[in-house]
């Protein structure tokens, strides 16, 4: 049997359609890096866009594709965007993966709409209570998972309980952590520490069969104290841009600094410190416990991170995450105490 195809968002992004076609054909270069399949891609967008960009572009390798003749702007209202836009490009590549003509559905586009059209579309695994946002990052050189970043802004304790699960799983299966370290962010290291929430998530997570490490508080990000680390989606989306931010203003600030003192700087120098902030190098962030593999790129992505978050996609459906989630889930449910 062949195996699933992606279907590409063309029209979502700060730099669609080019940046996305750009990397469609970079993920399916034969002598390039990735060298997927130019089947297991299914284009979802306007199609008259798509055959005169891809001509502009060099060419169409021989990409399957999904008209969609409406697009969902990046500022716009996700629900108002779900009900006045059912032929987005967005709502069509969540149908082609409910309908299973994809496994998977990838996108840089409005993450609320990918988020609800996702969520609403396609449903949640057995035993999921609610989705989240997955993101990896590379702080200390190895890969750190942080969930959720934005999905689930108040969760219950479960759901912390369900991301813990869910990010070890996704941390061991594609990121090759063998025995993922799962920390709760939180305001201090001690067990009582943080709100009626959080207290009742560590007990959750210290019974579950994960390798808990305990509460971890914002420092410990820098310090390789956790492989997957799980806060509500309002804490994780703040930590997420204050790092994408503060990373680059510090850079600057060095860089204007040292040229004061007349040292210059090429920028190249500090690409790497860049990119260790930057989750769009593992491919973008997955929305963990939903009936499908939906990965959701940064708008500002380029086209080596739309080819990263394809070959994302491949691996995840290739390594059915999903089914190990379930798997997992299940083990947590037993093992669970009362809270």
């Known amino acids: ?7 590409l968002d063309v029209m979502g992004g700060d730099k669609a359609p080019d940046a996305i076609l750009r990397g469609a054909l970079a993920a399916c270069d034969p002598q390039g890096r990735w060298k997927l399949p130019v089947e297991r891609l299914l284009l ?20 399957a594709s999904l008209h969609a003749s409406q697009v969902v702007g990046m500022g716009e209202s996700p629900a108002s965007a779900l009900r006045g836009k059912p032929d987005s490009s967005i709502a069509k590549m969540i149908g082609a993966t409910k309908q299973g003509a994809a496994g998977a559905a990838v996108s840089m586009g409005n993450t609320g709409a990918v988020v609800g059209a996702a969520t609403l579309g396609l449903g949640t695994l057995p035993g999921v209570l609610r989705p989240g946002i997955a993101v990896t990052i590379k702080l200390t050189g190895k890969p750190l998972t942080i969930i959720d970043m934005g999905a689930l802004l108040e969760p219950k304790p ?67 104290k956790a492989d997957v680390v799980v806060t509500d989606g309002f804490t994780g989306n703040v930590v997420l841009k204050l790092l994408e931010e503060f990373a680059g203003f510090m850079l600057k600030l060095t860089v204007g600094e040292l040229a004061q003192g007349g040292i210059q700087v090429p920028p190249t120098a500090l690409a790497g410190v860049k990119r260790s902030i930057d989750y769009s190098e593992y491919g973008g962030a997955l929305l963990l416990g939903v009936n ?38 299940q083990g947590a449910q037993r093992t669970a105490p009362a809270v």
């Open 1 to 7: 049997m062949a195996p699933a195809r992606i279907a």
């Open 292 to 329: 499908g593999v939906v990965i959701i790129g940064h708008g500002r992505s380029d086209e080596t991170a739309v080819a990263n978050a394809l070959a994302l996609g491949a691996r995840a459906l290739d390594a059915d995450v999903n089914g190990r989630i379930v798997a997992g889930l």
């Open 44 to 63: 979802v967008g306007d199609q008259a866009v798509i055959r005169e960009r891809l001509a502009a572009l060099g060419g169409d390798p021989g990409f």
């Open 158 to 224: 479960e759901s912390l309980l369900q991301f813990g699960v869910m990010g070890a799983i996704w941390s061991k299966a594609l990121l090759g952590v063998a025995e993922p370290r799962v920390g709760l962010l939180n305001v201090g290291e001690e067990e009582g520490k943080g709100t009626d929430t959080l207290k009742a998530a560590w007990k959750l997570l210290q019974a579950a069969p994960v390798r808990f490490a305990g509460n971890v508080e914002g420092n410990d990000l820098f310090q390789d």
